[in-house]
């Protein structure tokens, strides 16, 4: 089952429309609503164009084109290549509709919000996965195995987040241990003064007897 | 916005000392539809907001540091002026900021950005929950309500063509109607079930419907809808199981659900008994008459504030409906009450009056999923808030729609003695409108302060205080009870008035010395006096707690300008108008209307013909001894006994007063900021004794059964203020 899709610019994240979803509670999706934030914060140009986000009972598909992403939230068992065909229509039509406005720099958010219409249609159209039409689709593509790279939502959002950890784990320990190593030079310091303080004072001033009674 | 107060003092033990309350009453719209009355939109989603206290930037900040920075009003910190302020970056040229229309308007829109939103705007979604059971068909409010929703099917707010709706039919089971989208063959089905205690839907898919794509479907289903109940028999009511089942088909997105009823719901969850006892209308009972009998209408109504679903009730029964419990429903999830006892569609001005509330009231461009927050100076804090919504946390009110002819009241405190000059009050609603934009609405208020009790006293302003007050004892009176309610209003006058006579008159005068108040509240006894001689607050036992649930719902919604007139209806005098009365002006074509009367019977002459107009009913009475011209020129008959007396339509003729007549009614019953049509009633003087008895009730300076006239009144409170 499809159960929200979201569109997206890709440059600054301005939602450009949605769902309402009317399939699960407010509470349930809010969980997954926060994925699908940082998943689109970490896209850029550079990301891989078509992805599929497994999380829980719920996969995130997601499709870039044209500087837009197209971002939906199925479940599991939704058959993959099915939930792209789904996003490349939605794509061809959006780019139909509004392909022309899409750089303008006074875009309000939500401003196709009409487009919500068209979306509901066709995610009617997709939902039953057991009609010809539909399994037609699943047989001639081969997205799976070509385009699609598969991830775990974990490995994508914590990625990132070890490594930074790692690299000031590494960088305060170098501090730590710097200023360890000057403090341990400072101790060794004193304790050589303390230890030897006595056996010089108490030369010199054998020193200074022999020059009073020898040599003055 | 308009506060009771228009020299605000500094300490709270001065304020306190005046004993004036210091409240602000907020109308965020006042018309029913945004192009009638626009405000200025900020549209490049440029907000700029105090750092600490959040307050949105108005036209009473200072610039500081060469314009580089600007100083919040409220809490003293100074923020930086974002860059969009002197620089349009999309035509890369210099802006005077000054121009800017936060900064000039103290009403303003903005156009929110992504961070206020938690969800994709919502949708305006009604949903319909239509009684279809033998009274309701009997009553002709089936064929009437299919009538009038198939009419105004153009005009519900579709801008953005994604409104939905959903037509429910109850009686003893639950009827739903699937209406398949084209290219399907628009057929639409009907689904009963019958189970009332886990009321479930029967399809998931086709009941909630895009208006725009299978606008067939539903017009074929409305103009199927009368003749598939016209037979029914049952008498049975089960509006609790539909409301649940509504709510589980709208609860994920939120909307609007809208209850037609005409009789009392008597199956399953939210059954209510028949409690009106005419013994029990003593003063004991009376109090628990206005409470809810059933919990779950208070239970649900929190669950829909956190779904953002609204309940609007419509009441058509000619015996006892329990308004008191079902109202409860529309007063947390900011809906409305409208009641309409004994109605039938057989009187066409009853079916008017119906289907001209109804098309007004869904073609209403309310705003969807909002919140309203009011901010403050340092030192100042808002205490306790009045009106139909959801207080969620201490300050911030939830309304899951936004109506626009109600209106909110917020008593204000003061914690800390202010030192600033003046203080600023900002109202700020975020909602989304019913076209799918998200925006913010930011009204402020400036209020001078001083330290000086006269200088307080000559500042307030009555009309505020009224309309405070009438909301506070609608409140009161729900909570403790009627006769505490009108203790409420008539102690604080006799308060004012002592604090006035003590602390601001020269001290030389005796026990025996008139009554004093300044001249800008000398209004108030008047105002007071018919606050408390009111439909809902009177002291009386003939008057039907249902009737009494419907005005305290008024009470505690109506705009202030509709509310003066609901407690002091107007008067006019139609026999001898002056020449331009009833013809248009000259200069802005209005119908001029003639002058006011005082509400007293000494003014009524017993061959006159006067108008009466509260807002929610008109009465035209006519005297006596009216001449038998007068009855021809206005209804074409011979002579006064001829003339039918309750609820009618003026006959439209030829003669010069009644052109004039009929322009007066009808530049009266326009509103633009209520949904309101008036039911005008023909009262004669020497004619049906109840109906005259009623209309005498809106005479408010005259002595009453109980109720005293201006005069002793006046005389009263002199007594308690010395």
Same mark, same amino acid.
């Given at each position: 089952?499809?159960?929200?899709?979201?569109?997206?610019?890709?440059?600054?994240?301005?939602?450009?429309?949605?769902?309402?979803?009317?399939?699960?509670?407010?509470?349930?999706?809010?969980?997954?609503?926060?994925?699908?934030?940082?998943?689109?914060?970490?896209?850029?140009?550079?990301?891989?164009?078509?992805?599929? !986000?497994?999380?829980?009972?719920?996969?995130?598909?997601?499709? !870039?084109?044209?500087?837009?992403?197209? !971002?939906?939230?199925?479940?599991?068992?939704?058959?993959?290549?099915?939930?792209?065909?789904?996003?490349?229509?939605?794509?061809?039509?959006?780019?139909?509709?509004?392909?022309?406005?899409?750089?303008?720099?006074?875009?309000?958010?939500?401003?196709?919000?009409?487009?919500?219409?068209? +979306?509901?249609?066709?995610?009617?159209?997709?939902?039953?996965?057991?009609?010809?039409?539909?399994?037609?689709?699943?047989?001639?593509?081969?997205?799976?195995?070509?385009?699609?790279?598969?991830?775990?939502?974990?490995?994508?959002?914590?990625?990132?987040?070890?490594?930074?950890?790692?690299?000031?784990?590494?960088?305060?320990?170098?501090?730590?241990?710097?200023?360890?190593?000057?403090?341990?030079?400072?101790?060794?310091?004193?304790?050589? +003064?303390?230890?030897?303080?006595?056996?010089?004072?108490?030369?010199? +001033?054998?020193?200074?007897? +022999?020059?009073?009674?020898?040599?003055? | 916005?308009?506060?009771?107060?228009?020299?605000?003092?500094?300490?709270?033990?001065?304020?306190?000392?005046?004993?004036?309350?210091?409240?602000?009453?907020?109308?965020?719209?006042?018309?029913?539809?945004?192009?009638?009355?626009?405000?200025?939109?900020?549209?490049?989603?440029?907000?700029s907001r105090c750092r600490r206290c959040r307050t949105y930037i108005?036209?009473?900040i200072?610039?500081?540091?060469?314009?580089?920075r600007w100083r919040c009003n409220m809490c003293n910190l100074t923020n930086d002026?974002?860059?969009?302020?002197?620089?349009?970056?999309?035509?890369?040229?210099?802006?005077?900021?000054?121009?800017?229309?936060?900064?000039?308007?103290?009403?303003?829109?903005?156009?929110?950005?992504?961070?206020?939103?938690?969800?994709?705007?919502?949708?305006?979604? &009604?949903?319909?929950? @239509?009684?279809?059971?033998?009274?309701?068909?009997?009553?002709?409010?089936?064929?009437?309500?299919?009538?009038?929703?198939?009419?105004?099917?153009?005009?519900?707010?579709?801008?953005?063509?994604?409104?939905?709706?959903?037509?429910?039919?109850?009686?003893?089971?639950?009827?739903?109607?699937?209406?398949?989208?084209?290219?399907?063959?628009?057929?639409?089905?009907?689904?009963?079930?019958?189970?009332?205690?886990?009321?479930?839907?029967?399809?998931?898919?086709?009941?909630?419907?895009?208006?725009?794509?299978?606008?067939?479907?539903?017009?074929?289903?409305?103009?199927?809808?009368?003749?598939?109940?016209?037979?029914?028999?049952?008498?049975?009511?089960?509006?609790?199981?539909?409301?649940?089942?509504?709510?589980?088909?709208?609860?994920?997105?939120?909307?609007?659900?809208?209850?037609?009823?005409?009789?009392?719901?008597?199956?399953?969850?939210?059954?209510?008994?028949?409690?009106?006892?005419?013994?029990?209308?003593?003063?004991?009972?009376?109090?628990?008459?206005?409470?809810?009998?059933?919990?779950?209408?208070?239970?649900?109504?929190?669950?829909?504030?956190?779904?953002?679903?609204?309940?609007?009730?419509?009441?058509?029964?000619?015996?006892?409906?329990?308004?008191?419990?079902?109202?409860?429903?529309?007063?947390?999830?900011?809906?409305?009450?409208?009641?309409?006892?004994?109605?039938?569609?057989?009187?066409?001005?009853?079916?008017?009056?119906?289907?001209?509330?109804?098309?007004?009231?869904?073609?209403?461009? @309310?705003?969807?999923?909002?919140?309203?927050?009011?901010r403050a100076t340092n030192g100042?804090?808002?205490?306790?808030?009045?009106?139909?919504?959801?207080?969620?946390?201490?300050?911030?009110?939830?309304?899951?729609?936004?109506?626009?002819?109600?209106?909110?009241?917020?008593?204000?405190?003061?914690?800390?003695?202010?030192?600033?000059?003046?203080?600023?009050?900002q109202?700020?609603?975020?909602?989304?409108?019913?076209?799918?934009?998200?925006?913010?609405?930011?009204?402020?208020?400036?209020?001078?302060?001083?330290?000086?009790?006269?200088?307080?006293?000559?500042?307030?302003?009555?009309?505020?205080?009224?309309?405070?007050?009438?909301?506070?004892?609608?409140?009161?009176?729900?909570?403790?009870?009627?006769?505490?309610?009108?203790?409420?209003?008539?102690?604080?006058?006799?308060?004012?008035?002592?604090? &006035?006579?003590?602390?601001?008159?020269?001290?030389?005068?005796?026990?025996?010395?008139?009554?004093?108040?300044?001249?800008?509240?000398?209004?108030?006894?008047?105002?007071?006096?018919?606050?408390?001689?009111?439909?809902?607050?009177?002291?009386?036992?003939?008057?039907?707690?249902?009737?009494?649930?419907?005005?305290?719902?008024?009470?505690?919604?109506?705009?202030?300008?509709?509310?003066?007139?609901?407690?002091?209806?107007?008067?006019?005098?139609?026999?001898?108008?002056?020449?331009?009365?009833?013809?248009?002006?000259?200069?802005?074509?209005? @119908?001029?209307?003639?002058?006011?009367?005082?509400?007293?019977?000494?003014?009524?002459?017993?061959?006159?013909?006067?108008?009466?107009?509260?807002?929610?009913?008109?009465?035209?009475?006519?005297?006596?001894?009216?001449?038998?011209?007068?009855?021809?020129?206005?209804?074409?008959?011979?002579?006064?006994?001829?003339?039918?007396?309750?609820?009618?339509?003026?006959?439209?003729?030829?003669?010069?007063?009644?052109?004039?007549?009929?322009?007066?009614?009808?530049?009266?019953?326009?509103?633009?900021?209520?949904?309101?049509?008036?039911?005008?009633?023909?009262?004669?003087?020497?004619?049906?004794?109840?109906?005259?008895?009623?209309?005498?009730?809106?005479? @408010?300076?005259?002595?009453?059964?109980?109720?005293?006239?201006?005069?002793?009144?006046?005389?009263?409170?002199?007594?308690?203020?010395?």
């Amino acid at each position: 089952m499809i159960l929200s899709t979201s569109i997206v610019r890709l440059r600054d994240k301005l939602p450009l429309t949605a769902s309402t979803d009317d399939t699960l509670n407010q509470n349930d999706i809010s969980k997954y609503t926060g994925e699908q934030k940082d998943i689109l914060r970490k896209l850029t140009d550079a990301s891989e164009p078509r992805a599929s !986000i497994e999380s829980g009972p719920y996969t995130h598909h997601y499709l !870039i084109s044209n500087g837009v992403v197209y !971002i939906t939230l199925c479940e599991k068992s939704y058959p993959r290549k099915l939930a792209f065909t789904y996003l490349d229509e939605l794509d061809k039509e959006f780019v139909n509709s509004y392909g022309h406005r899409l750089d303008s720099d006074d875009l309000r958010a939500f401003a196709f919000i009409t487009f919500e219409n068209y +979306i509901q249609k066709t995610r009617r159209v997709y939902e039953d996965t057991r009609t010809s039409v539909n399994l037609d689709k699943l047989n001639a593509e081969l997205q799976d195995v070509t385009r699609v790279m598969t991830k775990n939502i974990e490995d994508l959002l914590y990625r990132g987040d070890s490594l930074d950890r790692m690299t000031n784990l590494s960088s305060s320990l170098r501090a730590e241990s710097s200023k360890y190593r000057k403090a341990a030079k400072k101790i060794n310091f004193d304790a050589m +003064i303390r230890q030897y303080a006595p056996v010089a004072g108490a030369g010199l +001033i054998f020193v200074f007897l +022999i020059w009073w009674m020898f040599l003055r | 916005m308009r506060s009771t107060l228009n020299a605000v003092p500094t300490t709270n033990s001065l304020l306190k000392k005046s004993k004036l309350p210091f409240a602000v009453i907020i109308q965020p719209y006042t018309t029913l539809r945004e192009d009638e009355a626009p405000v200025p939109v900020v549209s490049d989603s440029v907000i700029s907001r105090c750092r600490r206290c959040r307050t949105y930037i108005n036209p009473f900040i200072t610039f500081i540091e060469q314009g580089h920075r600007w100083r919040c009003n409220m809490c003293n910190l100074t923020n930086d002026v974002p860059t969009a302020f002197d620089w349009d970056a999309r035509n890369q040229k210099q802006v005077d900021r000054w121009s800017r229309a936060e900064l000039n308007h103290s009403v303003v829109e903005f156009v929110a950005p992504p961070e206020y939103m938690v969800r994709p705007p919502q949708p305006l979604i &009604y949903t319909f929950l @239509i009684d279809v059971s033998a009274p309701a068909v009997a009553s002709g409010l089936v064929a009437t309500t299919a009538r009038t929703i198939l009419e105004s099917l153009d005009r519900i707010p579709n801008k953005d063509k994604r409104t939905r709706v959903a037509f429910i039919c109850v009686n003893q089971s639950l009827h739903y109607f699937s209406i398949p989208p084209p290219p399907a063959p628009s057929e639409p089905a009907m689904l009963v079930v019958s189970d009332l205690d886990e009321p479930f839907l029967p399809i998931p898919h086709n009941l909630l419907v895009p208006l725009a794509e299978c606008r067939e479907g539903i017009e074929l289903l409305l103009n199927k809808l009368p003749d598939m109940f016209a037979n029914s028999a049952s008498t049975g009511n089960a509006m609790g199981p539909a409301l649940k089942a509504a709510h589980k088909l709208i609860g994920n997105i939120g909307g609007k659900i809208v209850c037609l009823m005409a009789s009392l719901p008597n199956l399953g969850i939210g059954k209510l008994e028949p409690r009106d006892d005419k013994k029990s209308l003593s003063a004991g009972a009376e109090k628990s008459l206005l409470h809810t009998q059933n919990s779950f209408y208070k239970a649900f109504a929190v669950e829909c504030s956190k779904s953002q679903v609204t309940v609007d009730m419509f009441l058509f029964s000619s015996q006892y409906q329990d308004v008191a419990s079902l109202s409860n429903l529309p007063r947390y999830t900011s809906g409305q009450t409208y009641f309409y006892p004994g109605w039938n569609a057989g009187r066409s001005e009853d079916a008017i009056k119906f289907a001209h509330e109804f098309s007004e009231h869904l073609s209403m461009e @309310i705003s969807l999923e909002a919140v309203l927050r009011v901010r403050a100076t340092n030192g100042i804090r808002m205490n306790t808030f009045y009106g139909n919504f959801f207080t969620r946390s201490s300050d911030l009110c939830a309304f899951p729609s936004f109506p626009r002819d109600q209106s909110y009241s917020v008593e204000v405190a003061i914690d800390e003695t202010i030192a600033k000059p003046f203080i600023s009050l900002q109202a700020a609603v975020l909602h989304t409108t019913c076209n799918g934009e998200r925006r913010i609405r930011v009204m402020t208020l400036a209020i001078p302060t001083t330290q000086n009790l006269a200088d307080v006293y000559a500042s307030a302003d009555q009309v505020a205080i009224t309309a405070f007050y009438a909301q506070r004892a609608a409140e009161k009176a729900l909570s403790s009870g009627l006769p505490e309610a009108r203790d409420l209003v008539v102690g604080k006058l006799v308060e004012l008035l002592t604090t &006035y006579r003590k602390e601001l008159m020269t001290s030389n005068v005796g026990a025996s010395a008139p009554l004093q108040f300044c001249a800008n509240l000398r209004l108030l006894p008047l105002l007071f006096l018919a606050l408390i001689k009111h439909v809902a607050l009177r002291k009386t036992a003939a008057i039907p707690s249902d009737l009494r649930s419907a005005a305290l719902d008024l009470l505690g919604t109506l705009p202030v300008k509709y509310l003066l007139q609901y407690i002091h209806a107007d008067l006019y005098c139609l026999h001898n108008m002056p020449e331009e009365a009833g013809k248009p002006d000259e200069k802005t074509g209005e @119908i001029v209307l003639p002058p006011k009367l005082n509400l007293s019977a000494a003014l009524i002459e017993r061959y006159g013909l006067y108008l009466i107009d509260d807002g929610q009913t008109q009465f035209l009475w006519v005297g006596r001894d009216a001449v038998p011209q007068l009855i021809m020129d206005v209804w074409g008959l011979p002579s006064l006994e001829h003339v039918k007396t309750g609820k009618t339509t003026l006959p439209v003729l030829d003669t010069d007063l009644s052109q004039r007549i009929n322009a007066v009614i009808s530049k009266l019953r326009e509103k633009t900021g209520s949904i309101v049509w008036p039911n005008l009633y023909v009262v004669r003087e020497d004619g049906d004794p109840a109906l005259k008895l009623w209309a005498s009730t809106f005479l @408010i300076e005259d002595r009453a059964d109980q109720g005293a006239s201006y005069r002793e009144f006046l005389t009263n409170m002199r007594e308690r203020a010395n």
